[in-house]
């Protein structure tokens, strides 16, 4: 029996898209965010569980299903990536 893999951490786009699917009132599941998209459930969930980056074409369609236009989508992702290295610079003032 093969082993399943375990993720343990979200992709920032896995953590973006998670956060604009639990704020919309269309596409809170992966299955209703599939259909809406026109993109696979199998792929909506391995984006959610850090597998895979989405491509481009992925991401317009995800956003066109999300109400919002691909530079919103972008622009959640950025602050998801940002929030994530909040706080973990090691090259603090002073320090060299």
């Known amino acids: 029996m093969a082993k399943r893999r375990r993720h343990v951490l979200q992709s920032e786009w896995g953590r973006a898209l998670a956060q604009l699917m639990a704020s919309s009132r269309r596409c809170k599941t992966q299955n209703a965010l599939a259909k809406r998209s026109g993109v696979a459930q199998a792929t909506v969930g391995r984006i959610l569980r850090g597998e895979v980056d989405p491509q481009t074409?992925?991401?317009?369609?995800?956003?066109?299903?999300?109400?919002?236009?691909?530079?919103?989508?972008?622009?959640?992702?950025?602050?998801?990536?940002?929030?994530?290295?909040?706080g973990t610079n090691d090259n603090k003032e002073g320090k060299r």
């Open 57 to 86: 074409g992925t991401m317009s369609f995800l956003a066109d299903a999300l109400g919002m236009p691909l530079a919103a989508l972008l622009s959640a992702h950025q602050r998801t990536t940002s929030n994530s290295f909040m």
